[in-house]
Each structure stands twice: as C-alpha cells, then as structure tokens.
C-alpha cells in the first residue's frame, strides 16, 4: 500500500495568496483527518470527514480556511488569503473508522508563508 | 470532554538507560489507547496500542499497559538507543467510533551517546 499521499511537501508563498494542499487517503478508510502542527501550539486537529462527509470542523481557525472531501480518494485543504500565521506543517491522516483502528499519516505539506 | 496528559519534555538521557514517559487520561466509556512516535521531518507513526483494560501494547522494546484503575498509559523502554530521539504522543480514541483522537502535547525524547 502506498500509504497516504500528501502534495506539494514544501510550499513557499507570499501573504495573500491562495493555497491548496492535497491528499490522497489510503484505499478503503472512511475517515479523513486534517492536523496542522507548530512549534507553539503543537498539533491541532482542524477538521475531519467521514464517508466524505465533513462532521466537526471546529478546528477549523478562521473562514480562510476550507476543506473539501469530493470522493472517498481525494481531499482539498485550501487557505484564501494566506497570511505569515498560517506558515506550518500540514498532516492528513487517514483511518477506516474504528475506535481501535490505526490512524495512518501523511509524510505533511511544510507551508511558508512570507 | 476527554482529554490526554503527558509529561512534559523534553527528555534526555543517555544510551541504554531506562525510559519512562507517562500519560494519563480522561474519558467517558472504554476507549482505545495509543502510542505515536514522530522522527524528525517526518509524520506521525503508530508505536504501539491497547483496546482494553489490562492489555499491554509492544513494539520494538516499547511497552505500555492500559490501566484503567489510575486512568494511566505509561510508555517503557529498558535501554534506549541514539536513534530512540523523537517526539512520542499519547492518544486515546473518542467515542462514538468516528476514529477521532485526542492527543496529548507530545514529549520530545533525546538520547545522547
């Protein structure tokens, strides 16, 4: 299995700029979590889906943020209007939904925002 | 709501000494109790877990037993090694089996030769 795929790695952009981050669950988990992970707040969840379907986006830190879940192989994490604060490493996590299973993460998109 | 304590970090020791990290939690019902360990640069990975009471989770020389009667999952290792140095997180799995974890802050781990 190739595990959960996440694109670009590394990101550097300019304040103002939209960004949009990928992944790519492995085949057969039914939920999909998004973590963003700094050195001063540690890792936070921001939202996560099940069956495609968006259930707490509580995390979620301003409306600059947005996620889309289109098809159970496929999410969007998109930032619009990026700004320094959001500079940080973004993890996607995948799992087939248990409460004993494995959550299995992405290698993480490091977003710099100048 | 649930929630996970460790210990805070960092941690450094030397090679081949003994590890203790602990983690306590807080939840309603029976959850699931989980180990990550996350090496630089790169993702988390599970270490090791346990789904219910009294059951000890294992994995290269790491050990934790769930204890539900002091709400604790103390992470062991007999003799750490160099490449040991990473930062472990405690979680335990919400209920209502979406999946979700709450994870505690992470103890960062150093161990120096």
């Known amino acids: 299995d190739a595990g959960v795929i996440q694109s670009p790695r590394h990101e550097v952009t300019e304040m103002g700029q939209e960004v949009t981050l990928r992944c790519k669950p492995i085949?057969?988990?039914?939920?999909l979590f998004w973590y963003r992970q700094t050195m001063m707040r540690g890792l936070e969840l921001l939202i996560y889906?099940?069956?495609?379907?968006?259930?707490?986006d509580s995390g979620m830190p301003e409306d600059r943020f947005s996620a889309k879940m289109p098809n159970a192989s496929f999410s969007t994490l998109k930032i619009q209007p990026s700004e320094p604060r959001d500079s940080a490493v973004y993890f996607c996590?995948?799992?087939?939904?248990?409460?004993?299973?494995?959550?299995?993460f992405g290698p993480g998109t490091r977003l710099t925002v100048l | 709501g649930d929630s996970v304590t460790q210990m805070e970090g960092p941690v450094t020791l030397s090679e081949e000494a003994f590890l203790t990290i602990n983690c306590t939690y807080t939840a309603t019902g029976y959850p699931s109790l989980f180990w990550y360990v996350q090496y630089p640069g790169e993702g988390l990975q599970l270490l090791l877990k346990?789904?219910?009471?009294?059951d000890k989770g294992s994995n290269k020389g790491f050990e934790a037993t769930y204890r539900k009667e002091t709400t604790s999952f103390h992470l062991e290792k007999g003799s750490v090694q160099v490449s040991d140095s990473a930062v472990y997180f405690c979680?335990?799995?919400?209920?209502?089996?979406?999946?979700?974890?709450?994870f505690g802050q992470g103890t960062t781990l150093q161990v120096k030769p």
């Open positions: 346990a789904t219910k009471a009294d």
């Open positions: 085949s057969g988990h039914n939920s």
């Open positions: 979680a335990l799995s919400e209920s209502g089996n979406t999946g979700k974890l709450i």
């Open positions: 889906f099940n069956n495609n379907v968006p259930i707490d």
């Open positions: 996590a995948s799992t087939r939904g248990g409460s004993t299973d494995t959550q299995y």
